[in-house]
């Protein structure tokens, strides 16, 4: 199978991309290698896999590229995007352009040749849930997305939703929660906090630390994806999520645990506008009809190996880190 995938160079598509050369695909990432990109690490998995693995530098917005890419492939997994909340907040229209127009042009190309399209995106899609509530999001919640962020990927949805309804383009969706793990960048919370104590300062906890998100471990998400880019019925939308609900506040404590300082030894900043309260996932659908389930469960563990690979894997996020924090402590985070 040779697969395009888009922001194959991000944190979740880089991983998406090891795991599926080791399933024997061969995957062209098409990655314009903004600020969130690693290019190293795909370059690494071409060197391991000759011939089966290619890095072309480019914007989904570029028509002419994107049918030409998408004309030599057998599907596309599609996740490149502007993906930070808080940079949605100072340059709402750039997330507009990439991921609502860029998700366009992607599905344009498709129907053209004719290709399979799998469409990576959020449970912010539906905006946020009370705390301390039994609710979760399914398949059949409505849209109600906070921020320009969340906005974009809901448009994107939709404009996937109207491909296959009018167009009858084989298309399906994945809506998962927070995902956490190796090579995500620093302005996110878990290796904003990790970075943060290698270098000697304490982690930033946003308005109360109480919102909640829903971790998820992000190979398990990428086998979500895997099974439903195989195996998912055309047109239909699978929820990924693997019940990992934990307040911001526990985040940040167990961090600091796991790297040997007080529980609470945080720093408090202000909060976000518009911050989600609560995500959560109700994965029923895609563990009854396709059989996943997450492997790592234990939440504690996974942030555990995330902070080895921090401190293992310094040259690439040290470049990036001086920046980023002068950004987020302009806007007062
Ligand atoms: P990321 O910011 O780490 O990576 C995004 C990648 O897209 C980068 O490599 C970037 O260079 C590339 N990109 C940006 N604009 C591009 C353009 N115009 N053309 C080509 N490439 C471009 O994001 P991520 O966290 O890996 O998220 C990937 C996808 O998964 C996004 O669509 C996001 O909405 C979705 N998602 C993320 C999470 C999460 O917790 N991070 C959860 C659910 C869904
Ligand atoms: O330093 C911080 N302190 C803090 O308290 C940072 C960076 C964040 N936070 C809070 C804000 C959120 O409540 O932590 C929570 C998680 O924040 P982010 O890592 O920015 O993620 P979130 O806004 O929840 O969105 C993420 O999950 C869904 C991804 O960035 C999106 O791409 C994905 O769609």
Redesign the pocket.
């Known amino acids: 199978m040779r697969l395009l995938v888009?922001?194959?160079?991000?944190?979740?598509?880089s991983d998406f991309t090891s795991m599926a050369l080791r399933e024997g695909a061969h995957v062209t990432v098409?990655?314009?290698?903004?600020y969130?990109?690693g290019a190293q690490f795909i370059e690494a998995e071409a060197n391991a896999f000759p011939g089966r693995c290619d890095l072309v530098r480019?914007?989904?917005?570029d028509a002419k590229l994107v049918s030409a890419l998408v004309k030599e492939s057998d599907a596309i997994v599609?996740?490149?995007?502007?993906?930070?909340n808080d940079n949605s907040l100072q340059d709402p229209t750039l997330f507009v352009h990439?991921?609502v127009d860029?998700t366009a042009v992607l599905l344009e190309a498709a129907r053209e040749h004719g290709k399979r399209f799998h469409h990576?995106?959020?449970?912010e899609v539906y905006g946020d849930l009370p705390l301390n509530a039994p609710t979760k999001f399914s398949e059949h919640s409505p849209y109600r997305p906070s921020s320009p962020y969340s906005a974009s990927?809901a448009a994107a949805d939709h404009l996937v939703r109207a491909w296959v309804r009018s167009f009858g383009l084989n298309a399906t969706i994945s809506?998962?929660?927070?995902?956490y793990g190796p090579r995500?960048?620093v302005e996110?919370l878990i290796p904003r906090a990790i970075t943060e104590r290698l270098q000697g300062r304490r982690p930033r906890v946003y308005g109360t630390g109480k919102n909640v998100r829903d971790w998820i471990h992000v190979r398990d998400?990428n086998r979500g994806i895997w099974d439903v880019l195989l195996r998912g019925r055309a047109g239909h939308t699978y929820l990924i999520g693997a019940d990992g609900e934990a307040s911001n506040l526990d985040v940040i404590r167990m961090i600091n645990e796991l790297m040997g300082y007080p529980a609470n030894d945080f720093e408090w900043v202000q909060d976000r506008p518009g911050h989600d309260l609560r995500y959560a996932i109700d994965a029923s659908k895609i563990r009854a009809e396709l059989g996943w389930k997450p492997l790592q469960t234990d939440l504690r563990e996974g942030i555990a190996q995330t902070i080895n690979w921090y401190e293992e894997n310094r040259a690439w996020w040290e470049p990036k880190k001086a920046a980023t924090e002068a950004r987020l402590s302009k806007w007062g985070y």
């Open positions: 888009t922001g194959g160079a991000g944190f979740i598509g098409l990655d314009l290698l903004t969130a990109s480019g914007s989904i917005l599609h996740f490149a995007a502007e993906s930070h990439t991921n860029g990576v995106s959020t449970d990927k809506n998962c929660s927070n995902n995500q960048h996110k998400h």
